[in-house]
């Protein structure tokens, strides 16, 4: 049988791959310097440059909205100081007036509709309510006309007066309440939150641990309150004595 012969040889015509020809090796060193020259300029000229001003801006605004943070963070630390400070002094006054001996003591005040009831304080009078309710009767939505009998009608006369009412405060939807001179309710302690009908106007009210709920009116005939109270609820137009408007909670 005849043998066979493996040749290693490469075939005849064919020759290594050219980069890794010796003869090459120059031009290509060449070749790489440009390129790492020219990729080396467009970056530090262009790329670099770009993504530098882009990473400082982003710096910049982290840095901006850190010390914001750290602004609204010290304003808000001073605002509840300044709560927490108003709110022990309204607590404190409160205290005072309802540790002060009566003048007058008139029990539960009731006022119906159609019934017009009158208090009146001295210079300094300290006057003890244990309820106070205002009754406002039937009426279209501004308060302006009456489908029956009138509302109750509550007239408050003072001069450096105090009225602690001890438990119950409620003004109905369209009572009549007027306060002439210097008069304050002093609702002290903890105890049922306190009812400010709409388009009422009730005066200076000072409940520190107690809630105002007021039922604001729907257009410009508006509801008029001055509370110093822990908690203020409106369900509608409501302004305060500094004619700051609060409108749904």
Known sequence: MAETTAHSEAPAGHTAFPPFQSEHFPSQIVWLAVSFVLLYVLMSRIALPRIGAILAARS??????????????????????????????????????????????????????GQEVDISGGQGDVIEIGTLRVDGGPANADCSRYTETGPGVLYVYGSGTVINVRNRMQFGNCSYVTVSGDVIFNAPGKGPAIRVGRQVYPGAILAPDRTLIVGGASNDTYTNVHPWVGKLVTTGLTVMDNQQFLCDQ
């Open 60 to 113: 910049r605004a982290v840095s901006d909205d850190l010390a914001a943070a750290e602004r609204l963070k010290e304003q808000s630390n001073a605002a509840q100081a300044a709560y927490e400070k108003a709110l022990a002094d309204a607590r404190n006054a409160s205290a005072v007036f309802a540790a002060l001996p009566a003048t007058q003591v008139l029990g539960d005040v009731h006022v119906l509709p």
